[in-house]
T-cell receptor
Framework: DSGVTQTPKHLITATGQRVTLRCSPR?????VYWYQQSLDQGLQFLIQ???????AKGNILERFSAQQFPDLHSELNLSSLELGDSALYFC?????????????FGPGTRLLVL | EDQVTQSPEALRLQEGESSSLNCSYT??????LFWYRQDPGKGPEFLFT???AGEEKEKERLKATLTKKESFLHITAPKPEDSATYLC????????????FGKGTKLSVKP
């Protein structure tokens, strides 16, 4: 158990809908990262937050957004869902800014868009 | 462009048959190289971090090594419970901390 929690574990929804994925980092960790894992692309970085502020963006679609709250938990919002958004979404956390630090991953949310 | 290539894509071993997994990387300055293990449907589990060429780390049957262009994960006398996908990731000097992952090596160990 990495100490990172994610909810829900599974999510089934329809195209065009909006969903919210939630992540609680390890106790004391300030950075939260979101990654998407699909069968053909592997793990892809989406976005990073550090102590409530956006720090880095990867290949995140404009339909996707995230935020980190004062209690350091984070939410990833996915809207206008398409079939291709079906994937595993992982949250990871690290102690500080992340530079040179190990990232610990949560169990993931499996999203299926029908 | 920063990238990570892992080989082979899949590896089948008999129990006790030692082997190595390869991770080749191209980055504009390496801040760190990370190995993770991932079981089907689960999140990546941290194994090792390596920071500089020549560094080695060991944990049970696993040993990770790093050169200036690649890293190896050596598995000595593997057991069926070592079956998993092994992921390599790098963090580049110019990044804010995000990891760039390879596509992984799927290891199967048969009894």
């Amino acid at each position: 158990d990495s100490g990172v929690t994610q909810t829900p574990k599974h999510l089934i929804t329809a195209t065009g809908q909006r969903v919210t994925l939630r992540c609680s980092p390890r106790s004391g960790d300030l950075s939260v990262y979101w990654y998407q894992q699909s069968l053909d692309q592997g793990l892809q970085f989406l976005i990073q937050y550090y102590n409530g502020e956006e720090r880095a963006k990867g290949n995140i679609l404009e339909r996707f957004s995230a935020q980190q709250f004062p209690d350091l938990h984070s939410e990833l919002n996915l809207s206008s869902l398409e079939l291709g958004d079906s994937a595993l979404y992982f949250c990871a956390s690290s102690a500080h800014s992340g530079l040179g630090e190990t990232q610990y991953f949560g169990p993931g949310t499996r999203l299926l868009v029908l | 462009e920063d990238q990570v290539t892992q080989s082979p894509e899949a590896l089948r071993l008999q129990e006790g048959e030692s082997s190595s997994l390869n991770c080749s990387y191209t980055v504009s300055g390496l801040r760190g190289l990370f190995w993770y293990r991932q079981d089907p449907g689960k999140g990546p589990e941290f194994l090792f971090t390596l920071y500089s060429a020549g560094e080695e780390k060991e944990k049970e049957r696993l040993k990770a090594t790093l050169t200036k262009k690649e890293s190896f994960l050596h598995i000595t006398a593997p057991k069926p419970e070592d079956s998993a996908t092994y992921l390599c990731a790098v963090q580049a000097m110019g990044s804010q901390g995000n990891l760039i992952f390879g596509k992984g090596t799927k290891l199967s160990v048969k009894p």
